[in-house]
């Protein structure tokens, strides 16, 4: 479905809420699934444990071609599983992000944005954002948090948005998969042969322990923390920074009371929602939702963007309002399967547009919106390219 603007979801959207908010639909990457936009409805989809999220049922909805054969050639990662089986393997990483353990790594990641920062100015401006601060800081956090060396950020950066992007022929996309899966099963023998002090290594120290290290699960932890941590981090931090500039008034609000700056970023995420693929399931029983039965065997796709401007849940949700209480969002899923990284991610935006408008006050777009360049993929939206100046 088109969009006419990167601050508003595909006006189609609309018209589903208040006249088929579950309806059939054709995916790009072939067959059918239901599609559900109000907020009630996708809560519950995303609740019901007889939805399931294992990426190798048939009725699956495919929304990137070529999916299904690459799902098919490598190990579930826990964003698949179900019941019990995602239950164990959430449970044994969910230490690594407690709000605790993410705000020691704030001087960290503090540090990371200074640097950038540190480097757009001394470029002076005009910079890209994308490319000076939207792409690194999250690529450099997740390097951090993972033990991957940052020289090969580039690697990643380019496998990453090849792979979720719609325009990757399907044989391409398998390469690239591939790729990424061989670097990470050799960066997770390495934690074998040299423990470290990072998220793998501790992993691999805690499965040690009790017998056996599963190489190839982590490989699929670390590819599914690489990819999810970084594109969608990277594209909010653009766009939350064209709407405070496009809001100077809201913008001023952070300014000059910083206090008010998570509840600003939970009302950014409502409102972006850039991330819908990861909220698909299947039907493991004939289920009613919305008022339409849903059979067994049968793909669903629960709309985060558009339950996020639903009016039954958000006051004129098509407004911007840094000071809405909108942690009923679900920008980040719900339920069992809810965002792992949320409170990573939380922090990294928080710190960006701190320090982002602190230090640069003058802040502003170089080109006007004419000098940004949107792009529109199946999974992610988001600016490729914003020149901004000083």
Sequence with gaps: MPRTCPYSPPREYERLRSQEPVKRVRTIGGGTAWLVTRHEDVRRVLSDPRMSSDRTMPGFPSLVPG????????KQAMIGMDGQEHAEAR????GEFTVRRINRMRPRIQEIVDECVDRMLAAGGPVDLVRELSLPVPSLVICELLGVPYSDHDFFQSRSALMISRSTPPERRRDVVLELRRYLDELV?????????????????????KGEVDREGLVSLAF?????????????ISLGTLALLDNPDQLAR?????????????????YFSIVDGATSRTALADIEIGGVLIREGEGVVAVGLSANRDPEAFDSPDELDLDRQARNHVAFGFGAHQCLGQNLARVELQIVFDTLFR?????????GLDGIRFKDDALVYGAHEMSVTW
Aim: aromatic share 0%.
């Design 67 to 74: 999916r299904r054969a690459i799902v098919a050639e490598n």
């Design 359 to 367: 230090r640069i006050p003058g802040l502003r777009l170089a080109d």
């Design 189 to 209: 023998a390495e934690k074998v042969r040299e423990p470290a002090d990072d998220l793998l290594g501790r992993q691999v120290a805690q499965q040690s322990e």
């Design 254 to 270: 952070i300014t000059e009371d910083p206090a008010r700056t998570p509840a600003a970023v939970e009302e950014l995420l409502r």
């Design 224 to 236: 599914l923390l690489l990819i999810a941590g970084h594109e969608t981090t990277a594209n909010m």
């Design 91 to 94: 449970r044994a990483v969910i």
